[in-house]
């Protein structure tokens, strides 16, 4: 073994030894030690060595703090700084370049942050978040075997809930949806979005009353309007008291008003609260369901305990289907595994779609996606200071040379260098808050947002400040170490070259910048044009000047007087009746049995009901068979018509003049009904599923909604007014509201083309980076090789020829980008693309495009540059030497 | 900047750094006042004694042998450093030896300022034993 003494403590020593003290007395140390070994060992020596340092460990002994205690180091920033703004000023045009790329990538990375803060933020604006869940009713399809979740629940669990299991449960508040209802007041109509919902909302929600109490929804006749509805309906009047019709058919007393809450709550949109009991008193067909298992009408809202943890409480509510439910209908539904699960506040909105009886995805997955764009782009911006940096670090290496010379030491110059890049960050910085303020209304258009900019906030600040020091990190640190590393003699000496080991890291970086944002665009590209294959979909009927109203109890009765009037108009051409609209599917149901039946088929057939003229007022093609007829008088009975998708399903070559028959619980047959037609699928819910087997059943009572399609000769604005007209005239007391099928069909895009509008703006922009970066590094190669162009030029070369040298290299690195962007970018949007049933196939052109488009891009930005260079007299250039 | 340890004392002008200048001042201003501490006082003597060979285990040594007190590293050095920050003593660079695993070492010498506070110091404690009266002695002796 090596003897030598303890390197901790002979490290210790050195370290706090005053310099000029440190050899001679560690020499003592080290002679007195070895003695000591020959004389009585190691372990007393190195004993006897430590108490000596300790011992030495003494004012006298002991360094000051610092090595250059006689500098002033204020003085010393102060010059960091005159310096740096004196270089950000001798280089303006490099200096713009740099800010305008930087500025982009904060602005970006600021827009991303505070858009991905309201997200994340979403719902906190009620108290009691933690505690805040919603009851789901789970069972597994026996089809596919995956376990699918709802917000409808059965109306006995709220009670099996309270009583059974109260050490869990605050509250549970059973809830109607929420939806559009007419407010009106003597001279006022307005309608508004509203949830019925048992007393204990107002507090479960936290909500600010600035009139009323938590205690105002107790009363059954009751309304509590928001501060925005009160002052719409009452103006400055007080709202207390006064009477309310809500939905022309229920009245309210107006006993609280609170502050509006603001968009990013699932309950934002809400102008009121009314008391779930007015509800039921107007909805007969809710009531004695007190011990209906079976149907599942509304939802219930809980709130825990405090300190009650929500996984524990969904293991122990698991099996109350079965000890609760009455045994024999629980047997029926048993192969279901039914289960009740709680989703708590804080997964709702970035988790609402459902893997296999789990929250596991949905907006949260954009949040992720932009976060990752707001990084990459602001990392372009970095990587365009850091390479433009680099490479102009030969026009400072000679000031690095003589400062080191002088005597600075490597740490001042790594923060000479770091307050450069500080100040140009500062004044991006400056620059993207200035855009920020004059961008925002654009980008909460774009978002479907409302963001305000925090600027009062401190937090907001404290998070920008330390958003500027890790960008001045991200940016200046490798520039600062690379110009501070220069070796002071070579660079004096003339024999600095901006080597080729300098050029490559900014080659590789040019080559991420160009990959990255050529990503982007084939990203952007491919989500536009899944949109556009879903959007030339074949819909199966006409969406031209169709239009269609939701018929409240208001209308009840008055309907086919109503369709009367509205064709005496002559302004449609046809108008019918339906369970829902031709864009939404409202009903689905199992249990129907056709002959040849596979048994294990046990899936949901979407069921819309329809009156006589439906097809013609949606014009859906009949394939085969028939529409309803007036002249069969059996149709209202027995006719139904399916779709092809039904038709496959139910494995049926010639479907017409088959049965269907429809089966109760017990397996017995309820009613047994003819097809009469088949028709082409019309695409009625999300353009990007397969469309559902659907069966079209003939009712001329399913009046939820009135469908009009408008003549094609007759102006659509003609048409509203004199529909407008009769609805007054013949229901008074309705709100008139309507709805396109045309508008209703593309709500279905607004996501989508949402997300793609802003990665497009974030693509573009990306690439607007990447350009600056190269234009700046292509000017500087132009200025170095400005003899050799000249030179060249004189010997005989070409402006063509010269153009091409200088170009080559750059088009080089974009052709490496692009074989590397396209198969990641293809790769992680047909993994996106798989999220679709319906889904276009990435087409070899648009990789080739996206391509060919950075390619052109980029040789048109650095071409402006060195069609300059090559240009330029030789004798100018020349002239000098 | 670095100082480097074997800038020579006439060098020290053109150093940087310069942090030697403080030692120059508090030179000039305590030789007004020859001060020695009872332990500076041994320190002095015995780099006297050891005449070329004092260095910091050979002062150690000696002043352990014949002393017979324990020295510690911390205390010798301390008033090595004090000593030379007084002028009573200077200190050029020796050899580097093998035991010493490279380090150099650093012999001490009394400058003629040392001397004189040397001297001054053996006057007054003469000066002082003078004046004790004989008969503090015989008292003491009787009383033995």
């Not at chain 1, 936290?206 to 719409?232: D, F, W």
């Not at chain 1, 369709?563 to 409202?586: D, G, K, Y």
Request: proline share 4%; hydrophobic share 45%; glycine share 6%.
């Amino acid at each position: 073994m090596k003897v030598e003494p303890p390197p901790i403590f002979a490290r210790f020593f050195r370290w706090f030894a005053q310099p000029g003290l440190r050899d001679h007395i560690e020499g003592d140390l080290i002679e007195e030690y070895y003695e000591r070994v020959r004389t009585c060992g190691k372990r007393a020596a190195d004993w006897r060595f430590i108490i000596d340092v300790v011992l030495l460990f003494r004012p006298g002994i002991i360094r000051g703090f610092n090595l250059q205690e006689n500098l002033n180091i204020c003085r010393m920033h102060k010059s960091y700084w005159t310096i740096a703004w004196r270089n950000v000023r001798k280089n303006k045009g490099y200096a713009l370049i740099n800010v305008t790329g930087l500025a982009i990538g904060i602005t970006v990375a600021l827009f991303i942050g505070l858009w991905i803060y309201d997200e994340v933020s979403f719902n906190r604006y009620h108290k009691n978040y933690d505690t805040i869940a919603q009851v789901y009713a789970c069972e597994t399809n026996t089809t596919t075997g995956e376990i699918e979740c709802a917000q409808n629940t059965q109306v006995p669990l709220g009670n099996t809930l309270r009583n059974n299991y109260p050490e869990y449960f605050e509250k549970v508040l059973a809830s109607w949806w929420i939806g559009e209802f007419a407010l009106s007041t003597p001279g006022k109509k307005f309608k508004r979005n509203g949830l019925f919902i048992e007393g204990g909302a107002l507090e479960m929600l936290s909500l600010r009353m600035l009139k009323g109490s938590y205690e105002s929804l107790q009363h059954p006749n009751s309304i509590v309007l928001s501060e925005s509805t009160a002052k719409a309906l009452f103006g400055r009047d007080d709202p207390i008291n006064k009477t309310i019709t809500l939905h022309g058919r229920m009245q309210a007393r107006v006993t609280g008003v609170y502050e509006d809450i603001p968009l990013n709550s699932r309950f934002g949109e809400l102008q009121f609260f009314a008391p779930f009991a007015l509800w039921m008193s107007v909805n007969e067909w809710l009531h004695g369901r007190e011990g209906d298992w079976d149907n599942r009408p509304f939802g219930y809202f809980i709130q825990l305990k405090p300190d009650v943890d929500i996984a524990n409480v969904n293991a122990a509510i698991k099996g109350l289907y079965k000890s609760h439910v009455p045994s024999d209908f629980y047997t029926t539904v048993a192969r279901f595994k039914p289960y009740p699960l709680l989703v708590p506040m804080s997964k709702w909105h970035l988790f609402s779609e459902f893997e296999n009886g789990q929250p596991a995805s949905g907006r949260i997955t954009y949040v992720r996606i932009f976060a990752a764009v707001g990084i990459f782009v602001l990392l372009l911006a970095c990587i365009n200071f850091i390479n433009l940096t680099t490479a102009r670090s030969e026009k400072r290496s000679r000031e690095v040379g003589v400062r080191k010379a002088i005597g600075a030491a490597k740490g001042q110059l790594v923060c000479q260098f770091m307050t450069e890049s500080f100040v140009v960050i500062i004044i991006s910085f400056t620059v993207s808050l200035l855009l920020l303020i004059f961008l925002r209304p654009i980008f909460n258009e774009v978002a479907d947002k409302k963001i305000n900019l925090p600027f009062s906030e401190i937090s907001f600040w404290l998070s920008s400040f330390a958003f500027v020091l890790i960008t001045t990190l991200l940016a200046g640190t490798y520039p600062a170490f690379f110009l501070s590393s220069f070796d002071a003699l070579r660079v004096l000496k003339g024999k600095f070259t901006a080597a080729r080991l300098s050029s490559l890291p900014r080659r590789i970086m040019v080559v991420v910048q160009f990959t990255v944002s050529v990503a982007l665009a084939i990203g952007t590209l491919v989500v536009y044009q899944q949109i556009q294959h879903a959007q030339n979909r074949p819909v199966g009927y006409d969406r031209a000047g169709l239009l269609y109203m939701t018929l409240d109890q208001n209308y009840k009765g008055k309907v086919d007087k109503l369709r009367n009037e509205l064709m005496r108009t002559n302004v449609l051409a046809a108008t019918s009746t339906s369970f829902s609209p031709v864009t939404e599917i409202w009903n689905t149901t199992s249990g129907y049995d056709w002959a040849g039946k596979d048994p294990s088929l046990d899936a949901n057939f979407a069921i819309c009901n329809v009156s006589m003229d439906f097809g013609e007022t949606v014009n859906w093609h009949i394939l085969d068979g028939r529409d309803f007829s007036k002249q069969h008088a059996t149709d209202s009975m027995d006719a139904i018509i399916i779709n092809e998708a039904a038709a496959r399903y139910m494995g049926m070559q010639e479907p017409v003049g088959k049965l269907l028959i429809d089966l109760d619980e017990t397996g017995k047959k309820k009613w047994t009904r003819t097809i009469i037609g088949v028709v082409k699928d019309i695409l009625m819910e999300s353009p990007y599923s397969t469309v559902r087997p659907t069966l079209y059943f003939y009712n001329s009572n399913a009046l939820n909604v009135l469908n009009m399609r408008i003549k094609p000769s007759v102006s659509v604005s003609h048409a509203l007014s004199k529909i407008e007209d009769v609805v007054r005239e013949v229901v008074p007391e309705a709100v008139f509201s309507y709805n396109f099928a045309d508008d209703a069909y593309s709500k279905k895009f607004s996501q989508e083309k949402r997300i793609g509008k802003l990665s497009a703006i974030f693509a573009v922009l990306g690439m607007i980076i990447c350009c600056l970066g190269l234009f700046g590094l292509a000017s500087y190669v132009a200025e170095q090789r400005t003899k050799e162009i000249g030179i060249r030029k004189v010997i005989g070369a070409s402006v063509f020829q010269l153009w091409k040298m200088l170009s080559l290299n750059f088009i080089q690195l974009v052709v490496i980008s692009c074989a590397i962007a396209v198969p990641a970018a293809y790769f992680v949007m047909n993994g996106w693309l798989q999220r679709f049933e319906y889904r276009t196939t990435i087409s070899i052109w648009l990789l080739v495009g996206a391509c060919v488009s950075a390619g052109v891009v980029s040789l048109v930005t650095v071409s402006l540059q060195t069609a300059r260079a090559a240009r330029r007299n030789p004798v100018k250039s020349l002239r000098s030497e | 900047v670095q100082i480097s340890p074997g800038i020579a004392p006439s060098k020290k002008t053109i150093c940087f750094a310069c942090r030697d200048i403080p030692t120059f001042r508090k030179q000039i201003s305590v030789v007004k006042k020859f001060q020695l501490g009872e332990f500076e006082e041994i320190v002095i003597l015995t780099i006297a004694i050891l005449h070329t060979n004092a260095y910091g285990v050979s002062i150690k040594k000696e002043i352990e042998s014949r002393l017979s007190r324990k020295v510690s590293m911390g205390a010798l050095h301390t008033a090595l450093v004090r000593l030379e920050n007084k002028g009573y003593v200077r200190s050029t660079d020796g050899e580097a030896t093998q035991e010493r695993a490279g380090r150099p070492k650093k012999y001490f010498q009394i400058t003629a300022l040392g001397q004189k506070a040397m001297a001054y110091t053996k006057e007054t404690r003469d000066h002082l034993w003078k004046l004790i009266p004989k008969a503090v002695f015989d008292i003491k002796g009787t009383e033995k």
